[in-house]
């Protein structure tokens, strides 16, 4: 009779995970980011991994976590497991023909640059699904695999993005130089909080205007609409902002527009599988 050998127990999946992240990151907190829930989720799933072992993985710093031997060396390990399961989930997904186009991208640019070309894009592919993640990093490939992702990359060629002070028209009247911005309520982008230090330099007006006034806003698009209703002068994106220059809905009541060495980039961020119809659909959202 024959004698099957028997099967390898394993600890629960999303223990497994949880450790993976964090002695990847050596961090709970940068683990709990990647992985959407609390630190102190990722803390009890270690706990749980740690008890099922019957020894720790990490020591516990005054600063941090430390990997202890075993954990370091059993990190590469478990890092392409996870990376094979992904890959073979995207192979079941592969094989689904109907499947969505997934685009990652952050978010200020999904809201204001991916968004009003979504209609146009399903008009000229009417058969294609597409699915947008918004997210403040780039993915991984090899753990997020997405088909497309739209980010800001580092650029010191031609096509760089600009940044200028915007504002609604019947508030552009009152600004003649740049120096009658010390009487206005300034409007920041929270990621981007520098960005009216730096323009204020560009323009020759440093010392005459607080480049710090004015509420900062976690959304780019919060920011923008304070400026469209009238509630200050925006640090405004050329990127995001167009349509609204277009339509006069906002004006720059300076010419001074400066490059602020990065632009929109909108990539094939898949390494296998990719959708059929990912650089079809690239080439036109690059185009509109």
């Not at 102190?40 to 270690?46: E, L, P, R």
């Not at 990652?104 to 699915?131: E, H, I, K, N, T």
């Not at 740049?178 to 730096?198: E, I, K």
Request: net charge neutral; charged share 20%.
């Amino acid at each position: 009779m024959p004698v099957k050998p028997p099967r390898l127990r394993l600890p629960p999946l999303n223990a497994l995970r949880a450790f993976e992240a964090a002695a990847r990151h050596e961090s709970f907190a940068k683990a709990a980011d990647e992985l959407g829930v609390t630190p102190g989720a990722v803390t009890q799933q270690i706990r749980q991994l740690e008890a099922w072992l019957g020894f720790p993985l990490f020591r516990r710093l005054p600063q941090g976590v430390a990997l202890t031997d075993a954990a370091r060396a059993a990190l590469p390990r478990l890092s392409r497991g996870f990376e094979a399961l992904g890959e073979g989930v995207e192979v079941l997904r592969a094989g689904h023909g109907g499947r969505a186009l997934t685009i990652a991208a952050l978010p200020c640019l999904a809201q204001l640059w991916l968004s009003p070309r979504l209609s146009g894009l399903r008009a000229a592919f009417p058969d294609l699904q597409v699915s947008v993640a918004a997210m403040e990093q780039p993915p991984d490939p090899r753990r997020e695999p997405y088909d497309l992702a739209l980010f800001y990359e580092a650029w010191d060629g031609d096509g760089q993005d600009t940044i200028l002070p915007v504002c609604a028209p019947t508030l552009a009247a009152r600004l003649l130089t740049s120096g009658d911005l010390a009487g206005q309520t300034l409007l920041h982008d929270a990621v981007w909080r520098q960005d009216w230090r730096r323009w204020l330099s560009f323009a020759g007006a440093p010392g005459t205007v607080d480049p710090a006034r004015g509420p900062a806003f976690s959304l780019y698009s919060l920011a923008l609409d304070a400026a469209l209703a009238g509630s200050g002068v925006l640090m405004g994106r050329k990127s995001l902002i167009s349509p609204h220059l277009a339509d006069d809905r906002l004006v720059a009541p300076f010419a001074q527009a400066m490059a602020t060495g990065d632009r929109v980039a909108l990539t094939l961020a898949r390494t296998n599988d990719q959708h059929p119809q990912a650089a079809a659909a690239k080439a036109w959202l690059e185009s509109a």
